[in-house]
């Protein structure tokens, strides 16, 4: 009785616009931190800046009709008394957020139910002992991260990816006052060049750039004028350069068709506008082969007709949305330039395993040197200075890498790129199928990655399990530091190049690195559709899970300002296989099946040449030693989240019971989605899991 009491009250008293407000400030907090407004934004958020959305929720809570009339959870008095003790509460500095979330979800949540709202304001106000803290384990654990790198078989709409990757990506710091230079600096003669090319844009009776800036610049900056002015000009300017002596002998084109979606991504992607070598001859009306793919762009530019489009969500994701594709197609790319030209206001921005960095705004029409420098440097950078791995050479028509190892050089030819992940953010594991050069008997896989720094070397796992006799484990032939001009190759100073990203205009102390992806929320309201979810482990029989909590974090380092850094770690394995998803029969699948965890992990030896373990493990990346006394002090750990156990998700200490049903999701996920060795599909069923947040996927 006093449910439908409650249930008329809260339907004759809708909350209506009474958190549009609240909804206001969280989109503004949001952006002035550099994230995207979803619930997930929730966990990334300051402390103040949380303590501060509550209490605007509260706030406009005590102010709606239906407060006065419900009744408190006491059963004394209004509703409204307990939400005074409440906000009394959250104003002070112990407040427990957590007990919050669930609420503040509800309340900002894009198409918001007033009873769920309701619901929560009761679990909120309910005033209980405190669950006991976990006690920290001699082994604490890394917190996982949401990335993009995680999807499988998935469909790929913008809708879905653009969340996860502005949370892969973190605080996307722009405003970097060096960063031109920095990465321009390198090109030979483009300063003087420029100078001299900008010279005769001034010149003559009816000079391309004028005291208004450039005069054939289209008025309100639509899309298809300014894709029409930059295929005018772009022609005008390479003349004007030709009598230049730093003038590269290699020529690149300008790419402007951003209403067909390039070849090689998983959704179908367009680009509105870039950069790509001038050897390649487009027919629209030719088969694939004579089409623009991802893996021709060179350097992908993002157009909006506003200035006030250069934010998070508008034109920052579109230009991250061109790099992932591009880092994704090209497997020797190591990070990617591009530029957002927002009306006529124009940044560059560089995007790496890190993240993402961006150079201060500068307009066009008022600095037509830089602009014109810009562009120069697009057109005549090298290889290397747009992101390419100078360790992957080429000669005879072969492609191939040098090694140091037992004292002497090897030079290990690459046969086919076997893995490349679709990210930006993370450790992009990449593998190649390779020989000794004059030996192609022997197949060797190489492994590149990007590490934490402070994680244990992969290589020297192998090398410790191969020496050990460790059966089913890929066995070791070498391993290094990938070096680049004879210094190991970082993100902090080889591919940034030293930047200090605390100058960044919208730097902020105390978020110099992702947060883990982590809710809240009370395991209340699960739906009842087995599609959506993951089924729990309670109701298997086994014993119901802990409440839940937030991952465990490195107590001195994961809570620093310390800025974050990847590592270019390069492993070579003897062992060789295909992924268990392209077993050729079912008793292969089944038999590959008697050790570890994930599609793409576990590997197939069906060849009897082949004198590699028939199944195997090829991915020691976030192994640990055993006897290791606590957290690696890495910010964050990835994974496939549609074969991770329920306990993992939620933050459980890792036991081998959550290896045991790693393997069950595995097994589920490939009966699921694969016909057979080259027969994959996409089951919208299963394809939220990709997306959906922890809480849910749980």
Same mark, same amino acid.
Request: hydrophobic share 35%; aromatic share 8%; proline share 6%.
């Given at each position: 009785?006093?449910?439908?009491?409650?249930?008329?009250?809260?339907?004759?008293?809708?909350?209506?616009?009474?958190?549009?407000?609240?909804?206001?400030?969280?989109?503004?907090?949001?952006?002035?931190?550099?994230?995207?407004?979803?619930?997930?934004?929730?966990?990334?958020?300051?402390?103040?800046?949380?303590?501060?959305?509550?209490?605007?929720?509260?706030?406009?809570?005590?102010?709606?009709?239906?407060?006065?009339?419900?009744?408190?959870?006491?059963?004394?008095?209004?509703?409204?008394?307990?939400?005074?003790?409440?906000?009394?509460?959250?104003?002070?500095?112990?407040?427990?957020?957590?007990?919050?979330?669930?609420?503040?979800?509800?309340?900002?949540?894009?198409?918001?139910?007033?009873?769920?709202?309701?619901?929560?304001?009761?679990?909120?106000?309910?005033?209980?002992?405190?669950?006991?803290?976990?006690?920290?384990?001699?082994?604490?654990?890394?917190?996982?991260?949401?990335?993009?790198?995680?999807?499988?078989?998935?469909?790929?709409?913008?809708?879905?990816?653009?969340?996860?990757?502005?949370?892969?990506?973190?605080?996307?710091?722009?405003?970097?006052?060096?960063?031109?230079?920095?990465?321009?600096?390198?090109?030979?003669?483009?300063?003087?060049?420029?100078?001299?090319?900008?010279?005769?844009?001034?010149?003559?009776?009816?000079?391309?750039?004028?005291?208004?800036?450039?005069?054939?610049?289209?008025?309100?900056?639509?899309?298809?004028?300014?894709?029409?002015?930059?295929?005018?000009?772009?022609?005008?300017?390479?003349?004007? &350069? @030709?009598?230049?002596? $730093? /003038?590269?002998?290699? =020529? #690149?084109?300008? +790419?402007?068709?951003?209403?067909?979606?390039? *070849?090689?991504?998983?959704?179908?992607?367009?680009?509105?506008?870039?950069?790509?070598?001038?050897?390649?001859?487009?027919?629209?009306?030719?088969?694939?082969?004579?089409?623009?793919?991802?893996?021709?762009?060179?350097?992908?530019?993002?157009?909006?007709?506003?200035?006030?489009?250069?934010?998070?969500?508008?034109?920052?994701?579109?230009?991250?949305?061109? &790099? @992932?594709?591009?880092? $994704? /197609?090209?497997?020797? =790319? #190591?990070?990617? +330039?591009?530029?957002?030209?927002?009306?006529? *206001?124009?940044?560059?921005?560089?995007?790496?395993?890190?993240?993402?960095?961006?150079?201060?705004?500068?307009?066009?029409?008022?600095?037509?040197?830089?602009?014109?420098?810009?562009?120069?440097?697009?057109?005549?950078?090298?290889?290397?200075?747009?992101?390419?791995?100078?360790?992957?050479?080429?000669?005879?028509?072969?492609?191939?890498?040098?090694?140091?190892?037992?004292?002497?050089?090897?030079?290990?030819?690459?046969?086919?790129?076997?893995?490349?992940?679709?990210?930006?953010?993370?450790?992009?594991?990449?593998?190649?199928?390779?020989?000794?050069?004059?030996?192609?008997?022997?197949?060797?896989?190489?492994?590149?990655?990007?590490?934490?720094?402070?994680?244990?070397?992969?290589?020297?796992?192998?090398?410790?399990?191969?020496?050990?006799?460790?059966?089913?484990?890929?066995?070791?032939?070498?391993?290094?530091?990938?070096?680049?001009?004879?210094?190991?190759?970082?993100?902090?100073?080889?591919?940034?190049?030293?930047?200090?990203?605390?100058?960044?205009?919208?730097?902020?102390?105390?978020?110099?690195?992702?947060?883990?992806?982590?809710?809240?929320?009370?395991?209340?309201?699960?739906?009842?559709?087995?599609?959506?979810?993951?089924?729990?482990?309670?109701?298997?029989?086994?014993?119901?899970?802990?409440?839940?909590?937030?991952?465990?974090?490195?107590?001195?380092?994961?809570?620093?300002?310390?800025?974050?850094?990847?590592?270019?770690?390069?492993?070579?394995?003897?062992?060789?296989?295909?992924?268990?998803?392209?077993?050729?029969?079912?008793?292969?699948?089944?038999?590959?099946?008697?050790?570890?965890?994930?599609?793409?992990?576990?590997?197939?030896?069906?060849?009897?040449?082949?004198?590699?373990?028939?199944?195997?493990?090829?991915?020691?990346?976030?192994?640990?030693?055993?006897?290791?006394?606590?957290?690696?002090?890495?910010?964050?750990?990835?994974?496939?989240?549609?074969?991770?156990?329920?306990?993992?998700?939620?933050?459980?200490?890792?036991?081998?019971?959550?290896?045991?049903?790693?393997?069950?999701?595995?097994?589920?996920?490939?009966?699921?989605?694969?016909?057979?060795?080259?027969?994959?599909?996409?089951?919208?069923?299963?394809?939220?899991?990709?997306?959906?947040?922890?809480?849910?996927?749980?």
């Amino acid at each position: 009785m006093i449910y439908q009491s409650r249930s008329k009250i809260i339907e004759d008293n809708p909350i209506g616009k009474g958190l549009d407000a609240l909804r206001t400030s969280f989109h503004s907090i949001c952006e002035g931190a550099n994230v995207f407004p979803t619930p997930d934004a929730l966990g990334q958020l300051e402390h103040e800046d949380l303590q501060n959305l509550t209490l605007d929720l509260l706030y406009a809570l005590r102010n709606l009709p239906a407060i006065r009339l419900l009744q408190s959870k006491s059963g004394h008095g209004s509703l409204r008394s307990d939400l005074l003790r409440l906000m009394s509460a959250a104003a002070s500095d112990g407040f427990d957020f957590d007990r919050i979330t669930p609420l503040l979800n509800a309340a900002i949540a894009n198409d918001p139910d007033d009873t769920l709202i309701w619901d929560q304001v009761y679990i909120a106000v309910t005033e209980s002992t405190p669950p006991p803290r976990l006690i920290a384990s001699s082994l604490q654990q890394t917190p996982w991260q949401h990335t993009t790198s995680g999807f499988v078989n998935s469909s790929e709409y913008r809708e879905d990816v653009d969340p996860v990757l502005m949370l892969e990506l973190g605080p996307l710091y722009v405003g970097l006052r060096c960063l031109r230079e920095t990465f321009f600096g390198v090109v030979a003669g483009l300063e003087a060049a420029s100078e001299t090319v900008f010279q005769k844009c001034v010149e003559g009776s009816n000079p391309l750039f004028g005291t208004q800036g450039w005069n054939d610049w289209p008025a309100g900056a639509k899309e298809k004028d300014v894709v029409a002015w930059f295929g005018d000009l772009i022609p005008k300017l390479e003349a004007f &350069a @030709r009598d230049c002596d $730093s /003038a590269p002998t290699f =020529r #690149r084109k300008l +790419l402007a068709q951003p209403k067909t979606p390039l *070849l090689g991504s998983t959704g179908k992607r367009s680009m509105d506008i870039g950069f790509v070598n001038d050897d390649f001859t487009y027919d629209p009306k030719a088969e694939r082969d004579s089409r623009y793919r991802w893996s021709h762009v060179l350097v992908p530019g993002e157009l909006k007709s506003n200035p006030s489009a250069d934010i998070p969500s508008i034109a920052r994701i579109d230009i991250a949305t061109y &790099a @992932r594709e591009v880092l $994704s /197609a090209q497997d020797t =790319r #190591r990070f990617v +330039l591009g530029f957002t030209l927002c009306g006529s *206001l124009m940044r560059i921005w560089v995007f790496d395993r890190l993240g993402g960095i961006a150079s201060e705004g500068f307009d066009i029409n008022k600095d037509g040197l830089q602009f014109v420098s810009t562009i120069l440097g697009f057109l005549w950078m090298g290889e290397e200075e747009l992101g390419f791995d100078p360790t992957f050479m080429t000669a005879n028509g072969q492609q191939f890498i040098e090694i140091e190892r037992n004292g002497s050089k090897e030079r290990l030819i690459i046969d086919e790129v076997m893995k490349r992940p679709r990210c930006i953010a993370g450790r992009a594991t990449t593998c190649w199928k390779a020989h000794p050069n004059g030996n192609p008997q022997t197949i060797l896989v190489i492994k590149d990655s990007w590490q934490y720094p402070e994680r244990d070397e992969e290589g020297e796992l192998l090398r410790e399990a191969t020496e050990k006799g460790v059966v089913r484990v890929a066995r070791y032939y070498h391993h290094e530091t990938v070096k680049v001009r004879g210094m190991d190759d970082d993100i902090q100073k080889r591919v940034r190049k030293g930047l200090d990203v605390t100058t960044a205009a919208n730097y902020r102390p105390g978020r110099s690195g992702p947060t883990p992806n982590t809710t809240s929320a009370p395991r209340q309201g699960r739906s009842n559709s087995t599609a959506g979810v993951k089924r729990s482990s309670s109701q298997a029989g086994a014993p119901l899970p802990p409440s839940k909590r937030t991952c465990s974090i490195s107590p001195t380092k994961a809570g620093s300002d310390t800025l974050l850094n990847r590592v270019h770690r390069r492993v070579i394995l003897l062992d060789y296989g295909k992924p268990i998803y392209k077993a050729s029969s079912r008793v292969a699948l089944l038999t590959a099946l008697d050790g570890y965890i994930s599609i793409n992990n576990l590997m197939i030896n069906e060849d009897d040449s082949n004198p590699s373990w028939h199944s195997f493990l090829i991915d020691l990346d976030l192994a640990i030693k055993e006897h290791r006394d606590g957290a690696s002090g890495a910010r964050g750990k990835t994974g496939t989240r549609a074969f991770m156990a329920i306990g993992a998700l939620l933050g459980e200490q890792h036991s081998f019971m959550h290896d045991l049903e790693s393997f069950f999701w595995v097994l589920f996920w490939i009966c699921i989605h694969y016909d057979g060795p080259d027969k994959t599909r996409v089951v919208p069923e299963f394809n939220q899991w990709n997306y959906i947040t922890i809480d849910s996927l749980g």
